[in-house]
């Protein structure tokens, strides 16, 4: 492939790694890679963390058949290798996976998100719909629903006029079963009264004003009663919710918690302006809204990619590349009539053998549909290989739900495959760098 030229290309610059994706795979391989002192530049959209519910899931649900819960999420992963799975797990120790769990969680939480995980244990989580999300790494401010749900103490659950897709009525009538001494209120939110429809960032924002907690307190505690906690729609701010959390338990007197919404989320907003902001003061290179639009291979073998579209053209070299571009949603993966493909490197894929097959006749199988399973295959060291095990580039490296031979929505094991994955595959691309460098001076 022959690559235009570019004003803005530097033959003599070459990056160590190049992160095309900005979901919490490419989010976690950037920060993975800047920490082990490695030049990263990352290209991406917008990235599927505002689509996160800012939980992180390990392993919940397996094998899918059954819809076996696991609160173990490590024995659930030990299932999957006993029964010979393919799922990318497989191809990583435990402890590789709970080290790249240690390493983000260290870092969201010196920012001050405090995610709290229990080692061995996934907790109960209530979601906006009434129902319970069983997960492995919870953020700070959704902590003291995981306590209040286990204890089924009197909470509050409080919901905004205009506010789409959350009710605290439809939260309690679904858990009346399980959590019968919950009991729904509905404000006005401050500022907001007239408005048939409000948004949940706009809300967030304006709980950043001190003036703003203050008139919400007063709406909200003569409704608390006998209720020893209060839970809000998640939008207790954006950038300082632990401060602002902490400011409307001490005006209302009991614990408060934040309940997960639909996407697009606050939660995952927070998680993109934490890496948005806290990556390049490590030593990212971010693009932010730029994709990666062709790519090509230099004489010595590194990667030039080219960046942007026409009239904002970049060329980047890079001596490794991590794939974490997603499945359709991120357009890592397309497809036609005639099948799916990796549309960047044109990489071959787990798929079904044809368009016909790719979805089963009832639609909520019990086991999914084959097209969720769908994507890359990679070897031991997460590089892409051909449909005959071959390596099809050594210095290209993939991670995140682009792989295959996983259902990471009904298994809940998304944010934890984009996070260990992208762990293994920063680790072995560095380790290929050191072997490469052995090779050349013998």
Known sequence: MTLPKSHNYDPKHIFDIMVIGSGIAGMAASLYAVNRGLSTVQAGSAGGTLFTSGLLDLMAVYPLTEKRLWIDPWEGIEALRRDGSRHPYTRISNEDIEKAFEEIVAFLNAVGMNFRCEKNRNVQVITSMGTQKCTYCVPGSMWHAVEAFEKKEPCLIADFRGLKEFSARQIVASLKREWPSARPARVIFPGMAGRDEVHAVHLAQALELSETRVALAGLVKPEIREARSVGFPAVLGIKRTGAILAHLEKLMGVPVFEIPTMPASVPGFRLKEVFDSELPKRGLLRLIDKRVESVARSASGNFLLRIGGPDSEQLIQARGVILATGRFMGKGLLSTREGIYEPLFNLPLHQPAGRVS?????????????????????????????????????????????????????????????????????????????????????
Not at 377 to 401: C, K, Y
Request: aromatic share 8%.
């Open 358 to 442: 790719w979805h089963h006749v009832q639609f909520l199988h019990p086991a999914g549909h084959p097209i969720n399973c769908a994507g890359v295959e990679v070897d031991d060291l997460f590089r892409p290989v051909d449909r005959t095990g071959r390596v099809i580039h050594d210095n290209l490296f993939a991670a995140g739900i682009i792989l295959a031979h996983q259902d990471w929505m009904r298994m809940k094991c998304g944010s934890g495959l984009a996070i260990a994955t992208a762990y293994a595959a920063v680790n072995a691309c560095m380790d290929s760098f050191i072997n490469k460098s052995d090779r050349d001076t013998a």
